[in-house]
Structures are given as C-alpha cells and as structure tokens.
C-alpha cells in the first residue's frame, strides 16, 4: 500500500482553493483613441508657428494632423511638422480626467520619419 504525500494534499488543496477564491482583472475601456474615430479623440491640437502663436491644422507653414491609412496599421494619426513651426502635437484624452492614483494602461504605437536631404 502506497504513503499519501501530506505536500502533495497541501499543494493540490491551495490550488484548487486559489482557483476559485481568485476573480478576473477587471478593466474597462475609458477612452478609445483610435484614429477611425477622427480627431476629435483628442482635448486639443497644438500647433505653434516659430514665435509660439497658435495656428490652425493645418497651419500655413505646412504642419498638419492627419489620419492616413498605414498598410500594417489601418487608420493611423500622422503628425506633420513643417520646418517652420515650433509644435504639432495633440494633448489629452477628450472627455476623460484620470483620478490622482489611477492606474491606466494604454497602448501607444508610433512610427518617425526623418526628412531626407
């Protein structure tokens, strides 16, 4: 007759007990900045000319905020900065103010290109 290992009992028992004491992670989705949503995702498009004055996208130096269709990516948000131009940039999430201690996870895929010349 086999000897019952009493670490093995242990072992299987606070598995089993963890497996159903233990809920999911649970997350929600607080902001989609998803480029097929349009510009609009973001608070503000900063874009500045050389003495730091705002300036409309497009700007007349020839920065602009765009969304162009990227062949890995789909629909992706492409930022122009002309020479001339201090900024081109977006700030803040539209409609969403994190809470001071919040933990946010957030996804950011970028791509830079550097002029040629």
Known sequence: MKK?????KLTLATTCCSLLLSGAARASLIWDGNASNGLGVFKVLNLEDKD?????NPS???SS??????????QVFKFDKAVND????AHGA??????IGSNILHRLAFQTQQPRG
């Open 4 to 8: 019952s290992n009493p670490l093995l």
């Open 65 to 74: 905020v765009t969304i162009v269709t990227d062949g890995s990516e789909g």
């Open 86 to 89: 201090r900024r081109c940039e």
């Open 60 to 62: 007349p130096n020839g």
């Open 94 to 99: 539209k409609n969403f103010n994190p809470a």
């Open 52 to 56: 730091g004055n705002s300036e409309p």
